[in-house]
């Protein structure tokens, strides 16, 4: 399985960025798919989670509001539409498949697989 995702970037603050990971490998029915990040010095948090039947989603607190998580089942790709973007929302974002839809979405143990992360960089 690979998760390819693109779409970081460097912007200002206000500006607004959607990140793509689409995954491969192998066939997908019922899984989920989550954005983490981790900033300069701090743990992976979760962002955003997707769950593939039925297309519940998830947002973390810090995002709400801003952050939309949304799914192309036929291409098998996950997209995170960011705006109003902060600093603090500059770290390195991570898609992420757990092949199980009923877990705990919010904790990354839970998660099989990981896309390689994309920088994005919110300047003041």
């Keep these: 399985v690979q998760l390819q995702a693109c779409g970081g970037g460097s912007v200002q603050a206000g500006d607004s960025l959607r990140l793509s990971c689409a995954a491969s490998g192998r066939t997908f029915s019922s899984h989920t798919m ?3 990040r981790q900033g300069p010095g701090k743990e992976r948090e979760f962002v955003a989670a997707i769950r593939w039947t039925g297309g519940s989603t ?3 607190d810090s995002v709400k509001g801003r952050f939309t998580i949304s799914r192309d089942s036929a291409a098998n ?12 929302d500059t770290a390195v974002y991570y898609c992420a498949l757990d092949l199980d839809s009923t877990s705990y979405y919010y904790i990354r143990y839970e998660y099989d697989y990981w896309g390689q992360g994309t920088q994005v960089t919110v300047s003041s």
């Design 34 to 36: 989550s954005w983490f």
């Design 58 to 60: 998830y947002l973390a």
């Design 77 to 88: 790709t996950v997209y995170l539409q960011m705006q109003s973007l902060k600093p603090d």
